[in-house]
């Protein structure tokens, strides 16, 4: 029978040799709010500044690969263009269109690429684009639209003279 928890000498018993063989002491410890977890010491530290020389690799491996792929992609187009062609087949033709596709894509991520990297750099020199716009909108009636405006063009003629 279980006690609080803890299985009974009974149950332990059967576990004897498994503990045994695999040369393993098995206690039970009762579970108890007290207990603080352990810490093993298992923390990966990461830096946080990042190490130019490690961002120009990654950047140059990561330029180098998407260049490839756009090589690549473009060989694979001319040929499914070559057997479309010479098939005539619709299907050739949407694989054709997808691998341009796809080259389209891995062209923007070059450039997102160059992006990041040069806002990683230069982390200061962020340009903000603002600009206000206010739009204002009338909400009545034309015969009130009229009668304003009618009372504007009062007020700016007084003002003018």
Request: charged share 30%; no cysteine.
């Amino acid at each position: 029978m279980q006690e609080n928890g803890i299985p009974s000498q009974d149950k332990m018993k059967k576990f004897e040799g498994i503990d045994a063989a695999l040369n393993v002491d098995l206690t039970v410890v009762p579970s108890s709010s007290e207990i603080e977890p352990i810490n093993v010491g298992n923390e990966i530290e990461v830096p946080a500044i990042f190490d130019k020389e490690q961002l120009k690799k990654d950047y140059e491996f990561t330029r180098g690969n998407l260049y490839s792929l756009i090589q690549k992609g473009q060989e694979a187009v001319d040929g499914i263009l070559e057997l479309a062609r010479e098939s005539d087949q619709p299907r050739a033709y949407e694989v054709a269109g997808q691998l341009v596709k796809h080259i389209g894509d891995v062209a923007e991520k070059l450039m997102d690429l160059q992006k990041k990297v040069s806002e990683i750099e230069n982390p200061t020199k962020k340009k903000r684009d603002t600009q206000i716009t206010n739009n204002t909108m009338f909400v009545g009636s034309t015969a009130e639209l009229a009668k304003f405006l009618k009372q504007q063009r009062e007020i700016n003629k007084s003002e003018q003279e």
